[in-house]
């Protein structure tokens, strides 16, 4: 059974750091793409990209929102893929999803092929 498991998500302050994980099973993560998605409360899955990782050449992508605070990763042997998030604001708030698609990173949710059940996180005081 393919299944993409994400944890680690929880409630931090303002300014805090937490580390996401994507756990792959049934499937290797070798040569698929990782994207994180960030569903705002009241909106779609997908909402917003917030970092992707390609497979071969571990290219990363971020948006500006979150570039200089977010980090990418991905470890193979582990069949994982990471998220470090630091100086988290309020409207990093959201639902938090990983996805993976062949090869190479999009910026369009609809062509991932598997998407995990999502971790929550609350960045509030």
């Known amino acids: 059974q393919v299944q993409l498991v994400e944890s680690g998500g929880g409630l931090v302050q303002p300014g805090g750091s937490l580390r996401l994980s994507c756990a792959a099973s049934?499937?290797?993560?070798?040569?698929?793409?990782i994207g994180w998605f960030r569903r705002a409360p009241g909106k779609e899955r997908e909402g917003e990209g917030v970092?992707?990782?390609?497979?071969?050449?571990?290219?990363?992508y971020y948006p500006d929102s979150v570039k200089g605070r977010f980090t990418i990763s991905r470890d193979n042997a582990k069949n994982t893929v990471y998220l470090e998030m630091k100086s988290l604001r309020p409207e990093d708030t959201g639902g938090y999803y990983c996805?993976?698609?062949?090869?190479?990173?999009?910026?369009?949710?609809?062509?991932?092929?598997?998407w995990g059940q999502g971790t929550q996180i609350t960045v509030s005081s």
């Open positions: 049934g499937f290797t993560l070798d040569n698929y793409a």
């Open positions: 970092s992707c990782i390609d497979s071969s050449d571990g290219k990363t």
């Open positions: 996805a993976a698609l062949r090869d190479y990173c999009s910026g369009r949710p609809d062509l991932y092929d598997y």
